[in-house]
């Protein structure tokens, strides 16, 4: 795609995710009026935290802010009730952040801008549909973020981010179908998903979850790990809980690894992920690993990366 034509679709595809919120009010509909913040979404992963290391998918965070007339504890009929407007900036090393193989990844700084809505279009389903954009290289000012994070705490200088991916902006879609089955001591959750822009892929999963559950909450999802958080608090405080996941993806195309790089993409991802969710009164905590399996041909091994979320209620 021209340079030309990716700025166009890039700017008709922010205009439309900005559209989507701003045209509802206009609407005859009572539930696109009265608008409210409904909840946060919040979510960190960091290799640090799974295989004590500093490497390819090194480290994201992202943060959600929810919106919508009100919260039933379960997904309106129709899309665009419930809008999740979700910002996350995310860090790709090769493995070594000085003098690094010619074989391995480049460094990417990223962000990323999107609109998701969450819907039950059949009983039962559930679905996520998302429009956005992906930024990525200097300008960004995520490689500046990390220069400075590891000055602060003495690790080593991300020399790597002077070669990183160029600037660039591509749009962002993003769908996801699953459906909920009660097993009475757990819940089991398989879905599929698809991505088309700066990753074009199509994954199959499924999430398990047993303890004692948050029921009637408003589920996202990591892109990076799979996990699953929580959005809007539920009707039913949880106490300790754990979940399990599973998924598998074929990567069609992959702007992360440029083929004047020579390093070429590994067509199929797998993904394991464990994590545990407790509340003591109003605070919460999860902790969840995720085993990422190789992402390009020349990668050696696979990552385990930790993830984090704290909930405060008061």
Known sequence: MSNPLRAALCGLVALASLALPLAAPAQADPWLSGRQTLGYGRFFDNDFLGDNKDRWQTGSYTISVIRGPSWDYELPSRPFEIMEYRAGGGIIAP?????????????????????HTQFAPLPGAEADLGLG?????????????????????????????????????????TAELGRTLELGWAEARPYVEGRAGDETLVRAGIDLSFGAREKGALWLRDDVTGHRYVGVSGNVEPQTSFVLGADIAHVFDSEY?????????????????????????????FYGLTWLSEEFKTQPEGQLTGSLRARVNF
């Not at 690894?257 to 994590?275: C, I, N, S, W, Y």
């Open 95 to 115: 493995s070594r952040l000085k003098n690094p193989s010619p074989t391995d990844r480049r460094y990417v700084g990223r962000l990323t801008f999107a609109a």
């Open 133 to 173: 954009l992906v930024a990525v290289g200097p300008d960004t000012g995520i490689s500046s973020l990390h220069r400075t994070l590891h000055r602060i705490f003495s690790a080593p200088t991300p020399a790597v981010a002077d070669k990183q991916l160029p600037d660039q902006i591509y749009p962002l879609l």
């Open 257 to 285: 690894f440029p083929k004047a790089d020579g390093v070429e993409l590994e067509p199929t991802r797998k993904r394991l992920r464990a994590g545990v969710s407790t509340r003591i009164g109003g605070f919460g905590i």
